[in-house]
């Protein structure tokens, strides 16, 4: 089977075929009239037929040669938009950002649009993940944690203060009625696995040893608890900005008044990584996003 030939020649072709002059196809490409006739002359060798008509002061395409151009048309498309995909995908800066599942399908998400319009420049990759950020292997430029914002060697900007809220379902608290805590004794309670806000933290706040309860539901995420509890499986406790009113719309009730956490919300990243700008950027961005929620 012949081999097809040398991509090289097809630029030579491509600019000739359309403009019909080999000058005006030297001039486009910075090469001489001489230079293109013989890439031309070895393409028609590789092919083993004429590609021109080589008239007085223009050339024109034989059949063989407009059926040739059609090809080499698709392929140099190809190649130059595969081209600026590369670049795009690898030159674009990216910014790459863990936080809670919650967070990032519940505050991030449904916004982030609007960073987009703002900062197209910027691709965002965001990571839905309940485990903590390993800066010094995983390769995320910053997350949203909830934390005392003490994490050594680490820059943690705050977002806001936070609240927990025990949140049940209207249909369940119908059926099981919450007027205190011991009245848990008769519900199951919903626990994110890695949340670090559980319900020892309310047993802490009551001055109790532990609040009692039927049974125990572990799920994976702050969002599967939520879920879980939409569901009437049991109660959990929601952990949100204070004032916020994320939950409303939800088919959730609060029981009692929320709580006031020692915690806060964090912006966490790893400084003098080259990314500062960027990050502060996206970081102001959730800021606003945060207190505009707050306010509402």
Same mark, same amino acid.
């Given at each position: 089977?012949?081999?097809?030939?040398?991509?090289?020649?097809?630029?030579?072709?491509?600019?000739?075929?359309?403009?019909?002059?080999?000058?005006?196809?030297?001039?486009?490409?910075?090469?001489?009239?001489?230079?293109?006739?013989?890439?031309?002359?070895?393409?028609?060798?590789?092919?083993?037929?004429?590609?021109?008509?080589?008239?007085?002061?223009r050339v024109e395409?034989?059949?063989?040669?407009?059926?040739?151009?059609?090809?080499?048309?698709?392929?140099?498309?190809?190649?130059?938009?595969?081209?600026?995909?590369?670049?795009?995908?690898?030159?674009?800066?990216?910014?790459?950002?863990?936080?809670?599942?919650?967070?990032?399908?519940?505050?991030?998400?449904?916004?982030?649009?609007?960073?987009?319009?703002?900062?197209?420049?910027?691709?965002?990759?965001?990571?839905?993940?309940?485990?903590?950020?390993?800066?010094?292997?995983?390769?995320?430029?910053?997350?949203?944690?909830?934390?005392?914002?003490?994490?050594?060697?680490?820059?943690?900007?705050?977002?806001?203060?936070?609240?927990?809220?025990?949140?049940?379902?209207?249909?369940?608290?119908?059926? &099981?009625? $919450?007027?205190?805590?011991?009245?848990? @004794?008769?519900?199951?309670?919903? %626990?994110? #696995?890695?949340? =670090? +806000?559980?319900?020892?933290?309310?047993?802490?706040?009551?001055?109790?040893?532990?609040?009692?309860?039927?049974?125990?539901?572990?799920?994976?995420?702050?969002?599967?608890?939520?879920?879980?509890?939409?569901?009437? &499986?049991? $109660?959990?406790?929601a952990v949100m900005? @204070?004032?916020?009113?994320?939950? %409303?719309? #939800?088919?959730? =009730? +609060?029981?009692?008044?929320?709580?006031?956490?020692?915690?806060?919300?964090?912006?966490?990243?790893?400084?003098?990584?080259?990314?500062?700008?960027?990050?502060?950027?996206?970081?102001?961005?959730?800021?606003?996003?945060?207190?505009?929620?707050?306010?509402?």
């Amino acid at each position: 089977m012949q081999k097809p030939p040398p991509l090289q020649l097809l630029p030579a072709f491509e600019a000739a075929s359309r403009l019909s002059s080999f000058s005006k196809a030297a001039a486009e490409l910075h090469l001489t009239t001489a230079a293109i006739s013989q890439q031309i002359k070895q393409l028609e060798g590789h092919l083993g037929m004429p590609l021109f008509r080589r008239l007085t002061r223009r050339v024109e395409l034989t059949e063989a040669g407009t059926a040739f151009a059609e090809v080499v048309s698709q392929t140099l498309h190809t190649y130059r938009a595969g081209h600026a995909d590369l670049l795009h995908r690898h030159t674009r800066p990216v910014l790459r950002m863990s936080a809670s599942v919650y967070v990032t399908h519940e505050l991030l998400i449904p916004r982030l649009g609007t960073f987009q319009k703002v900062h197209p420049h910027i691709d965002i990759r965001l990571e839905a993940n309940m485990e903590l950020v390993d800066f010094e292997h995983d390769p995320i430029d910053a997350a949203i944690r909830l934390g005392s914002g003490n994490w050594p060697g680490l820059e943690a900007l705050p977002l806001c203060t936070c609240q927990a809220a025990l949140v049940a379902s209207p249909d369940l608290l119908k059926r &099981l009625p $919450v007027a205190s805590l011991a009245d848990l @004794k008769r519900h199951t309670l919903i %626990h994110p #696995r890695t949340s =670090n +806000t559980d319900w020892d933290m309310v047993a802490r706040f009551a001055n109790l040893p532990r609040v009692e309860r039927q049974g125990d539901l572990v799920l994976d995420s702050d969002l599967a608890a939520i879920k879980a509890a939409e569901a009437g &499986l049991g $109660v959990t406790l929601a952990v949100m900005p @204070k004032g916020t009113s994320q939950l %409303h719309g #939800r088919r959730l =009730n +609060t029981i009692m008044a929320p709580m006031d956490l020692p915690i806060q919300l964090y912006f966490v990243f790893r400084p003098n990584d080259g990314k500062e700008a960027l990050l502060m950027l996206l970081y102001r961005w959730i800021k606003q996003t945060v207190d505009e929620l707050s306010a509402v």
